[in-house]
């Protein structure tokens, strides 16, 4: 026969009241917190869960790079458009002063703004973004262009000439990994983008100041005496002609290649952020899925635990009344 | 002609006497309903033999006598329980230890985790990259660098603290036994010697049987009833805990005798304490090793030596030692002494000049210089750091500090405190032995930072793994997560083993109020039929004198 002691009924009924308590403290916290997985042994994903939340921090953090690096191209991609106008104005300057009907007086006054459009183009070569020097590769702590003199004339704004920094580093590009596949150059050395210009500005002011340039050809070397009028005066046209060409390459060889180049890396900045979004929806997906509390459900598990606690309190407390002294 | 007047009275009377102890033992049984480990009493009555008429044709006899109390007892389901209990507290003291280090590893909340730490300064590094001169970047490389080795610190520490507690509640778990034992030994004594003068000793077998319960929950043991009713506990290995009077104390000893040279250090710095027996003096100590054996077993004892972890007296380091703490800690020292070798030597740069001996560092920070041998993360130490002076930062350099230090994963920190110090540059300049670090360059961040991705082999003690630093953390949280869901699933298996041996035992031998109060009853009515029977008996002596 088999016997029953209270002991055991009240052991079991206890038992099943705990349980159930237990189960309405887990489903309880899942719908507080909306998480099913809170540690690793909830869940038989737990070094899973891990690496997707380290993806989606990395993520984050690529995310954040590259908002950064876009930033710094939009900026050079200003710089770049204004360095095109500058050299557009000058073409037009070199072409109106290469016309035979102006005199050599007239030229000097079309040198002045020249010497502004070089001034202002160094200025874009030497621009700073967040206090560093966009264009002096990865020695930005210079300025990548240096102004020294021509002994010809000693004063005045053609005796000022541009000098490509020599410190090793300036002409160093500067690359970025800035996601796991992608890594681009997000600067380039001053004097392939704004060489040309600058030199070609410096001849054309020079000229039309009533200064020859030496060498010839390449970067001056801050030589070049005054032109003597008029004996020189088809000379000082055919160096203002010859700056055309210059101011052409300049343009069409450096300022606009770079400007596509910039906008190539911030269209690729762009794709790349775009899928690290989507990489980002996806792992959110996954990462919901294993370690987010379906709310329904776990409402719906809290209700039905809820009840079931109910009922053994319930059952305990009237089992446990019971007596057969009632009936004695 | 035989005296039937005498025999309805004597019949009776012993009736009336039997009927009031077997009531008493039911109001005895009903006072214990709630008294842990008692078992209800039976009391035997039998039938007497009537002297008078042996061998005569009308043998009637002559009433009820009262024979033995017995123990509603079944040594097969006591001995389920007590194996049940040793399974719960071998279950218990691992999942209430696992649920402490577990937190370390939590999947959710605050950012503080090794693996959350890590892959912050890996990105840290890598946007140093947009603007390696800027302070701020730098900054945040440092803050996330001092935030990775808080994080391994904080890890590996609570780890240490917990087989450390776990090291001194061994001490406690074996005084609980060596209590038991000899409570169980004066109990066979006072059992043996109740039992041989012909008395039962009922309640005394009653307290042993919760004691044997009791020690069962702290160590696993064979029992073995003796003919004179004492109980024989031994270890699996034949060791006598409790020989009948005597019992044998267990000792907890961080020297013993059998170790021949210096004990190896536990996580945290102390030793590893042994469990045995011995067989010498305190003055000349001759230690039996038991540990391993009570290990392999359980309760109590046996999951607090396999979660804290048995190592052997030869043994040189802590993580040599067996058990899942140690195997816990043995993944986050393997990931410190990668940071401390691999990515320190990957901070230095490549050798700058071949031509003069150790490694020329092409690697620079912002004010020109180059980083040491250590020069990212550090460890606290006072000898020599590079022992093999190949300015490098190799294993061989860790294995010969870890000789008189054990692990690195409680002081590891960052080299330095000065953004401008972190080393984000290579040398740019093209002369072999002459080198220059432009502000901007950030080749040397790059390559740090390339380091998350890489597959390094994770090598330690017996653990190997291969895989990224992430990947290695990554497991560590499943190592984690599947030794507390087994816990945790032994502790519910446990908990329905004990409640069903509990059941099976309680079946057979606890108080059923309900029967109690049945049978009193029952013998309250026999009581009353007894006394009716004395009444009827004078009424017949009655109307045999009025005769007269």
Do not use: W
Not at chain 1, 89 to 107: D, L, M, T
Not at chain 2, 188 to 207: H, K, L, V, Y
Not at chain 2, 314 to 339: D, H, K, M, Y
Request: charged share 20%; aromatic share 6%; proline share 3%.
């Amino acid at each position: 026969m088999t016997r029953t002691s209270e002991i055991q009924s009240q052991r079991q009924l206890v038992s099943q009241t705990l349980e159930n308590r237990k189960r309405v403290v887990k489903f309880a916290n899942q719908v507080a917190s909306g998480v099913k997985a809170a540690l690793p042994s909830d869940t038989v994903d737990g070094g899973t869960i891990a690496r997707y939340k380290q993806t989606l921090e990395r993520i984050d953090s690529y995310t954040t790079t590259i908002q950064r690096t876009k930033s710094l191209m939009t900026f050079q991609d200003d710089v770049l458009s204004q360095a095109n106008d500058l050299l557009i104005r000058a073409k037009e300057i070199a072409q109106q002063g290469a016309n035979e009907s102006v005199n050599s007086v007239a030229r000097q006054h079309l040198a002045e703004e020249v010497y502004q459009i070089r001034d202002h183009m160094a200025s874009l070569a030497n621009s700073t973004y967040q206090g560093r020097f966009v264009y002096g590769g990865v020695d930005d702590d210079d300025p990548p262009y240096d102004v020294s003199s021509y002994a010809e004339p000693a004063s005045g704004g053609a005796s000022k000439r541009y000098v490509f920094d020599a410190e090793l580093g300036t002409g160093t590009a500067r690359t970025l990994a800035v996601t796991d596949d992608l890594s681009i150059s997000i600067t380039t050395p001053a004097d392939q983008v704004f060489g040309t210009a600058i030199e070609s500005l410096e001849r054309l002011g020079r000229a039309l100041g009533g200064y020859k340039t030496t060498p010839a050809s390449g970067a001056p070397d801050g030589g070049g005496a005054a032109y003597t009028f008029p004996s020189e005066y088809d000379q000082q046209t055919a160096d203002i002609l010859s700056t055309i060409n210059q101011l052409n390459d300049a343009r069409d060889n450096d300022i606009l290649p770079e400007r596509v180049s910039v906008g190539g890396r911030l269209r690729r900045l762009e794709t790349g952020e775009s899928l690290l979004a989507l990489t980002k929806n996806s792992a959110l997906e996954v990462l919901s899925r294993i370690q987010d509390a379906d709310e329904t459900e776990s409402a719906a598990n809290l209700a039905q635990a809820q009840t079931a606690l109910q009922a053994s309190y319930s059952v305990t407390a009237k089992v446990l009344r019971m007596t057969i002294l009632d009936y004695i | 002609m035989a005296n039937f007047g005498a025999k309805i009275l004597g019949a009776s009377v012993s009736s009336m006497t039997a009927q009031q102890a077997l009531i008493s033992n039911a109001a005895n049984n009903i006072s214990n309903v709630n008294t842990p480990g008692y078992t209800r009493r039976q009391i035997d009555i039998e039938s007497r033999i009537d002297v008078a008429t042996v061998g005569s044709i009308l043998q009637i006899g002559s009433g009820v006598q009262l024979g033995d109390i017995k123990r509603s007892t079944n040594e097969f389901l006591e001995y389920q329980l007590r194996l049940a209990s040793s399974k719960k507290g071998y279950a218990d003291i691992r999942n209430d230890y696992l649920a402490a280090v577990e937190p370390t590893f939590a999947l959710d909340g605050p950012q503080s985790v090794v693996g959350s730490a890590l892959n912050n300064f890996f990105s840290a590094v890598n946007q140093v990259g947009v603007n390696p001169s800027n302070i701020d970047l730098r900054i945040n490389v440092l803050q996330r660098a001092e935030d990775l080795v808080f994080s391994i610190r904080s890890a590996y520490n609570t780890v240490a603290e917990i087989q450390s507690e776990l090291n001194q509640r061994v001490g406690l778990e074996v005084q609980t036994i060596n209590s038991y034992s000899q409570q169980l030994a004066t109990l066979n004594a006072q059992i043996g010697s109740r039992e041989a003068s012909g008395i039962a000793a009922i309640d005394e077998r009653d307290q042993r049987d919760v004691l044997l319960a009791k020690l069962a929950e702290k160590i696993s043991f064979r029992t073995l009833e003796t003919p004179n009713g004492m109980i024989n506990c031994q270890l699996e290995n034949g060791f006598p805990l409790v020989n009948q009077e005597t019992a044998r104390a267990l000792e907890v000893t961080t020297s013993p005798s059998f170790a021949t040279a210096t004990l190896p250090r536990s996580l945290s710095g102390e030793i590893l304490s042994y469990v045995t027996y011995n067989f010498g003096s305190d003055a000349s100590p001759s230690h039996l090793d038991l540990t391993q054996l009570i290990k392999n077993g359980s309760g109590a004892l046996a999951g607090l030596l396999q979660l804290r972890g048995t190592t052997d007296p030869a043994n040189t380091s802590p993580f040599q030692a067996e058990g899942e703490l140690v195997a816990i800690a043995t993944r986050i020292e393997a990931l410190t002494r990668t940071l401390l070798t691999e990515v320190n030597a990957e901070y230095r740069g490549p050798d700058e000049n071949g031509a003069v001996a150790g490694l020329q560092p092409s690697a620079g920070d912002l004010n020109g210089n180059t980083p040491g041998v250590f020069g990212l993360f550090d460890f606290d130490y006072t000898g020599v750091k590079d022992a093999d002076g190949d300015g490098v930062a190799s294993m061989s350099d860790l294995l010969a500090a870890a000789s008189s230090l054990g692990d690195f994963s409680s002081i590891i920190k960052v080299a330095f405190d000065d953004p401008a110090e972190f080393a984000a540059a290579r040398d740019n300049n093209p002369a072999n032995g002459a080198t220059v670090f432009p502000e901007g360059d950030g080749q040397n961040a790059a390559a740090i930072a390339a380091l998350r991705s890489t597959t390094f082999n994770f090598s330690l003690a017996s653990f190997s793994f291969t895989g990224t630093m992430e990947e290695l953390y990554n497991a560590t949280v499943s190592y984690v997560g599947n030794a507390k869901s087994a816990a945790q699933l032994d502790v519910d298996v446990a908990g329905a083993n004990i409640t069903s041996a509990s059941n099976k035992r309680d079946e057979f031998s606890a108080v059923s109020l309900d029967e109690e109060f049945a049978n009193l009853i029952k013998y309250q009515k026999a009581f009353q039929a007894s006394a009716r029977m004395i009444k009827t008996a004078g009424e017949l002596l009655d109307i045999i004198v009025s005769l007269i």
